[in-house]
């Protein structure tokens, strides 16, 4: 899986992205619009791309089941095998802790994700109840507030 990652990061490297209005290409300006164009067409073979490989176990717990886009959000969903917990046992006492280093991953991981415009979200769901456990949105903003902390 992170052979899969890293082949869509790179193609992530040959986008030009910024917040600025524009971006010098070629000594003429590049329009945000048409980064924001290409940003999604890149995202849309990131999910056909990834979605060939699901299911795939994750670790002992955890599979990931999906990858879909809307507009330039990327969300993955992942199934838990909970075991004997309740869902909302693991609601109440995973999820600060999956909260967290989740964030940190992701802001290490998938940078140039998020510094061209894309956000991720994760969502995580019962293997059993196929409910949904919880869910984490991920920004560019949010990883710049942990450098802060």
Not at 75 to 101: C, H, Q
Not at 125 to 145: P, R, Y
């Given at each position: 899986?992170q052979?899969?990652l890293?082949?869509?990061v790179?193609?992530f490297?040959?986008t030009?992205?910024?917040y600025a209005?524009?971006?010098?290409?070629?000594?003429?300006?590049y329009?945000v619009?048409k980064?924001?164009?290409?940003?999604?067409k890149?995202?849309?073979m990131?999910?056909?791309?990834?979605?060939k490989?699901?299911?795939?176990?994750?670790d002992?717990y955890?599979?990931m089941t999906?990858?879909?886009?809307?507009n330039?959000t990327l969300?993955y969903?992942?199934e838990?095998?909970t075991?004997?917990k309740s869902?909302?046992?693991?609601?109440?006492?995973d999820k600060p802790?999956?909260?967290k280093?989740?964030?940190r991953?992701?802001c290490?991981s998938?940078?140039?994700?998020?510094d061209?415009g894309?956000?991720?979200t994760y969502?995580?769901?019962?293997?059993?109840t196929?409910?949904?456990l919880f869910?984490?949105?991920?920004?560019?903003e949010?990883?710049?507030g942990?450098?802060n902390?």
């Amino acid at each position: 899986m992170q052979k899969l990652l890293l082949s869509t990061v790179a193609m992530f490297i040959l986008t030009p992205s910024s917040y600025a209005t524009e971006v010098i290409k070629d000594g003429q300006a590049y329009p945000v619009d048409k980064m924001r164009e290409q940003n999604q067409k890149i995202v849309k073979m990131v999910v056909s791309e990834i979605s060939k490989t699901l299911p795939q176990q994750v670790d002992k717990y955890t599979k990931m089941t999906q990858i879909r886009d809307e507009n330039l959000t990327l969300i993955y969903t992942f199934e838990i095998n909970t075991g004997a917990k309740s869902d909302e046992a693991v609601r109440k006492e995973d999820k600060p802790r999956m909260k967290k280093a989740i964030t940190r991953g992701v802001c290490q991981s998938s940078k140039r994700f998020l510094d061209a415009g894309v956000e991720l979200t994760y969502e995580y769901k019962s293997a059993l109840t196929k409910d949904e456990l919880f869910s984490f949105h991920m920004t560019q903003e949010i990883c710049h507030g942990l450098k802060n902390d």
